[in-house]
């Protein structure tokens, strides 16, 4: 520990361990949609502290723009792909485990499985909001 | 005259004043630029974009701090035997419209605790949402709606009253 | 030195997540295993870019994030709609 940087190291180092959590959480969750709670919010801040790490240790104004626009991404991102995954999922049929309140569990969107009928009614309401505003 | 604009014209007029051609000297000069626009809103007609900075200026702080708070949270979670996770999925009423509006919103509830968005209705009026480690769902659906006020409050050149109490 | 430390840590979680892709048990789970993994290997990148010193492997990092996130949207419409473009 002769050359440690409090600038730099502190901030890989919490990047890191949040990055280790989220594969921990990954692994250990029950299901898909407890697992992208873990994919998203881990992944991003564990992923940005190991930029900004590195960012204050590369003084150069090269690798500064490279790892901020990387860091700017993913910070858009990451959210994203959870978004899309879980809606992917959850209209193609998987069902989510659900605790709190009655047997089968809060769901208050109750369109499970049903891709096509969702699709359906978004390209009418689609085609209904753009003769509203012709 | 947008606000923006004219702060960015102070900015560089303060520049061209100092005889410096710097990013400090710029930046010096719109940080007095903003002042001067706070100091005069209704002589350059800039209370909306005054506002609108400020309100920005005070997500980022809420944002960064609901950011820590679920990170933590999650991480505890992956790390606890046991975690209790009481999983549910909510629908929220959105007072939030347009795409852009909507997919920054999806990406700020992903990042916010025990919140995750799933999708939204035929109209564009509902979100719905999966939740963990939160008590009941007026708990999750409260929120999502601190998030969705703070970006009104950003956008919205006049703040809109909130319809639900969180 | 921390940055060793830092890319065994994540080398560690590489190795756990492919736990993930191989044990499935959706189609949903292993996308998102797959995204996880290609941002693991940007971080991995920017590690090594400290490491070595080679700015150039930051401009690597940079198309692997783009090529990740197009990868994992097409993927995902695939699976929603049954096609990735119209």
């Known amino acids: 520990m002769s050359d440690f940087s409090p600038l730099r190291d502190i901030p890989i180092l919490i990047g890191a361990f949040f990055v280790l959590t989220a594969a921990i959480g990954l692994v250990r969750f029950p299901d898909l949609y407890t697992r992208l709670h873990a994919s998203s919010k881990l992944v991003t801040l564990g992923s940005a502290g190991i930029f900004l790490g590195a960012a204050l240790e590369l003084t ?7 790892l901020a626009a990387v860091l700017l991404f993913h910070f858009l991102t990451t959210p994203l792909t959870a978004y899309l995954i879980a809606q992917a999922a959850y209209l193609r049929g998987l069902p989510p485990l659900l ?3 009655g047997r089968r ?18 390209r009418d309401a689609q085609r209904a909001m753009t003769a509203e505003g012709e | 005259m947008n606000g923006l604009t004219l702060n960015l014209l102070l900015a560089v007029v303060w520049m061209l004043l100092a005889g410096e051609v710097s990013a400090r000297e710029l930046l010096i000069g719109f940080l007095l630029g903003f002042g001067v626009l706070t100091l005069f809103p209704r002589a350059l007609g800039t209370g909306g974009y005054v506002r609108r900075s400020l309100a920005t200026l005070g997500f980022v702080g809420f944002f960064l701090r609901e950011l820590t708070v679920a990170n933590v949270q999650v991480a505890l979670f992956a790390l606890r035997p046991h975690p209790p996770l009481n999983p549910m999925l909510v629908a929220v009423p959105l007072r939030l419209r347009g795409d852009s509006a909507q997919t920054l919103l999806v990406v700020l509830v992903n990042l916010s605790p025990g919140t995750v968005a799933l999708g939204f209705s035929p109209d564009r009026r509902t979100l719905y949402a999966h939740a963990i480690g939160t008590p009941d769902a007026q708990a999750a659906r409260a929120s999502i709606i601190r998030i969705e006020d703070h970006l009104l409050r950003c956008m919205a050149p006049h703040p809109p009253r909130p319809e639900v109490s969180p | 030195m921390i940055i060793n430390l830092a890319l065994g840590i994540v080398t560690l979680s590489v190795l756990l997540v492919t736990v993930r892709v191989l044990r499935g048990p959706s189609w949903g789970d292993r996308i998102m295993a ?3 993994l290609s941002v693991n290997l940007v971080v991995l990148f920017a590690l090594i870019a400290v490491k070595t010193r080679l700015i150039v492997v930051l401009d690597a990092a940079l198309v692997l994030s783009l090529l990740g996130f197009l990868s994992t949207v097409a993927l995902t419409r695939y699976l929603l709609l049954g096609r990735v473009m119209k």
């Open chain 1, 60 to 66: 150069d104004a090269a690798a500064f723009t490279r």
């Open chain 1, 99 to 101: 605790g709190g309140g």
């Open chain 1, 105 to 122: 569990g809060i769901d208050e969107w109750g369109a499970l499985g049903q891709a096509e009928q969702v699709a359906q009614a978004d």
């Open chain 3, 34 to 36: 797959f995204d996880f």
